[in-house]
């Protein structure tokens, strides 16, 4: 059996161009100014104040955050919103009262309505014929072209004419 063949040093070439160079680290970033007015999440109406726990706490200074590279530029960020206003309660307003006419024309059509059915279930006639006025009902009946179809009068007067055939 062979001996393996010695090692030979070889030259370090350098790496190909699809693997990353080591660099040196990022410089740290530059802290930021304190801030001249208050935090827009400060204390609003809209929300409760926070419990006692948290209130007794001491204030924690925030972490200095370097700006993102594909961020845009202070000046051209849109502002973050953090709360909304609250939203604001009215009354649904009052219905307007109708108007007269429409109060009598439905009064009228519920008085007509009631005369109707009282006329088709003839409660009418028995109500002329207790007061005496039997004979005013069939005259105004008469007037208004007889016994309306399928009415209590109607169906008598159908009854009686067939009486009145002569029978086979």
Same mark, same amino acid.
């Given at each position: /059996?062979?001996?393996?063949?010695?090692?030979?040093? @070889?030259?370090?070439?350098?790496?190909?161009?699809?693997?990353?160079?080591?660099?040196?680290?990022?410089?740290?970033?530059?802290?930021?100014?304190?801030? /001249?007015? !208050?935090?827009?999440?400060?204390?609003?109406?809209?929300?409760?104040?926070?419990?006692?726990?948290? *209130?007794?706490? %001491?204030?924690?200074?925030?972490?200095?955050? !370097?700006?993102?590279?594909?961020?845009?530029?202070?000046?051209?960020?849109?502002?973050?919103?953090?709360?909304?206003?609250?939203?604001?309660?009215?009354? %649904?307003?009052?219905?307007? *009262? %109708?108007? *007269? &006419?429409?109060?009598?024309?439905?009064? &009228?059509?519920?008085?007509?309505?009631?005369?109707?059915?009282?006329? @088709?279930?003839?409660?009418?006639?028995?109500?002329?014929?207790?007061?005496?006025?039997?004979?005013?009902?069939?005259?105004?009946?008469?007037? &208004?072209?007889?016994?309306?179809?399928?009415?209590? @009068?109607?169906?008598?007067?159908?009854?009686?004419?067939? *009486?009145? &055939?002569?029978?086979?």
């Amino acid at each position: /059996s062979a001996p393996p063949p010695p090692s030979v040093p @070889r030259a370090s070439a350098p790496p190909p161009p699809s693997v990353p160079r080591a660099s040196a680290p990022p410089p740290p970033p530059v802290p930021l100014p304190p801030p /001249s007015a !208050a935090a827009p999440f400060a204390f609003s109406r809209s929300f409760a104040p926070p419990p006692v726990s948290v *209130r007794s706490a %001491p204030p924690i200074a925030p972490s200095p955050i !370097a700006p993102s590279p594909i961020a845009p530029p202070a000046s051209l960020a849109q502002p973050i919103l953090t709360s909304v206003p609250p939203l604001t309660f009215s009354p %649904p307003p009052l219905r307007a *009262r %109708p108007s *007269r &006419l429409e109060s009598l024309l439905i009064g &009228l059509a519920a008085l007509l309505g009631l005369l109707v059915a009282l006329q @088709r279930n003839g409660a009418l006639a028995a109500l002329f014929a207790s007061a005496g006025q039997g004979a005013a009902y069939s005259g105004l009946e008469a007037a &208004l072209g007889g016994p309306a179809f399928g009415t209590p @009068r109607a169906v008598d007067a159908l009854v009686g004419s067939t *009486r009145a &055939l002569p029978q086979r």
